[in-house]
């Protein structure tokens, strides 16, 4: 039930988003000079009547039959007309054609223009004949009927609106089966007035939208969902908030009205209507909840964390997820998914007992990042050595090191390896630890480490660190080279100076 209600909450929380619009409309004409009409034909019940064009030769189409046809002066913008009048422009002529004669697809155009003001508007452009039993000799009234009852349902239907909306079942990423990337569920984008829609990612490294079939895109067609995905490598904190932005561009065409100086001419509207472009966006959150597990083993007389532990972590199932050996940082396991897990201990440390006792924890939205500690009693006294790089802490080899008692005797001399060095069997006293010589590529360490060992001490974890060397040219070489050549320059000169005048003494 727990569960059930995270997941309403979940799915509440990510299908709730909000939607911006920003309208672009192309410039719309306030006036335009009309231009000379031509005379059509009576197609359909011997109606006639002119074309109606700008100077430019753009068409126009009347919205008055029973004014003057209008021509050969200014008109200017009066308003917008509705959705009906926007249909007719946009899928009658020349936008669209039905005969293939331009003449009498004009004429269908205007006639079905003047029979939807007819029935929408109460005006009385065409008569019955016109509409029922005229003769119509190229079988015309069909399309024009077409258009009108088109031009009426798009009418009521209004405008078309852009919009978008966007939606995800859970709005925290998952870790797929092969353990590469947090990806999301399908994303549902539900849009009007576009075919396509774009997708844009801020707030984690490396995060891609893809398709399907997995392929990375930015663009998507409307009926696709899509996939937000983010490696796991680029993944370095336990929380990611992860914007997502959905957008894209609709058009709507919409029909405009325009008046002569004159006005016993006829109002007109433009054949070809410039778009109204609306740009509207929807987001989404999402976010990436990781898990961090570091685990670390401990002298249970000391707490000091023990390096040279062999280990193993399995899933619920049993199956071994990964093995490691102890170091005195402890281990780190990133990115384990929600669930239960255990941690064996395989081999114990030298000197140590081996702990058979095996740790459970679970892994689940409420803790993520966990730190687990598993013990182990000493047999004996034990000390144990690594040798680390400062900067990685990685073990070094090749370090020689020594140890001595309080007398400054010697109780152990050994070269480091990649694996902890372990004395046993030392008496209770306190010791020192000193790097003899380090190993290539690091700098000689000049500390002198100084430990304890007693009853309330009977082990102790000594971590020496190294800086990697740094290149220095030697200037005193250089320095001495220059001052042999030069030297060896004024023995030169004196050389000849003792020639020419042994040669002189001679004469």
Known sequence: MKNLKKFLVAVLIAVVTFCTLQTTVNAVPQSIQLGNPEQLQGYIAHVKFTTKTTADGELLYCLDMKKYT?????????????????????????NKT????????????????????????????????????????????????????????????????????????????????????????????????????????????????????????????????????????????????????????GKIYKAYEYQPEDQNQQNVTPSIISPIEEKVETTINLNISTSKITIVKVDKA???????????????DGEVITSWTSTTLGHVIKNLPNGTYTVEETK??????????????????????????????????????IKVDQSTGQPLAGAVIVVRDSDGNEVARFTSTTDPYVLTGLKDGTYTVEEISAPNGYQKTNEV??????????????????????????TNTA????????????????FKFVQKNSKFNRI
């Open 70 to 94: 209008a021509q050969n002066t200014v008109a200017h913008l009066v308003g917008e007309r509705d959705a009906g009048v926007a249909y007719i422009m946009v899928n009658g002529y020349p």
């Open 98 to 249: 039905f005969t293939g004669d331009k003449y009498m697809d004009y004429y269908i155009t205007q006639t079905a223009l003047w029979w939807y003001l007819d029935d929408t508007t109460g005006s009385s452009n065409l008569g019955a004949a016109f509409k029922t039993n005229g003769s119509d000799p190229n079988n015309l009234r069909p399309y024009v009927k077409d258009l009108v009852s088109k031009a009426k349902a798009a009418k009521e239907a209004g405008y078309q609106k852009t919009t978008i909306s966007a939606s995800v079942a859970d709005e925290t990423l998952k870790i797929t089966s092969d353990g590469k990337y947090y990806q999301s569920g399908d994303i549902t984008v539900k849009a009007t007035n576009m075919s396509t829609y774009n997708v844009k990612i801020s707030g984690a490294e490396g995060a891609v939208a893809v398709d399907k079939d997995g392929k990375e895109k930015s663009t998507f067609n409307l009926n696709e969902t899509f996939k937000v995905r983010v490696p796991v490598t680029k993944v370095d904190t336990s929380l990611v908030d992860i914007k997502v932005t959905i957008s894209g561009t």
């Open 302 to 316: 000391t707490g000091n964390a023990i390096a040279g532990a062999e280990l193993v972590l399995k899933d619920s």
């Open 348 to 385: 114990a440390p030298e000197g140590y007992e081996l702990d058979t006792e095996k740790i459970t924890f679970t892994i689940d939205d409420d803790s993520r990042e966990q730190k687990i500690k598993f013990y182990n009693e000493a047999q004996e006294r034990v000390v144990n050595i």
């Open 449 to 474: 480490i100084t430990f304890t060992l007693d009853a309330n001490n009977p082990s102790q974890q000594i971590t020496i660190e190294n800086y990697p060397e740094v290149y220095v040219p030697n």
């Open 479 to 494: 320095s001495s080279i220059l001052l042999v050549i030069l030297g060896l320059a004024i023995i030169g000169g004196g």
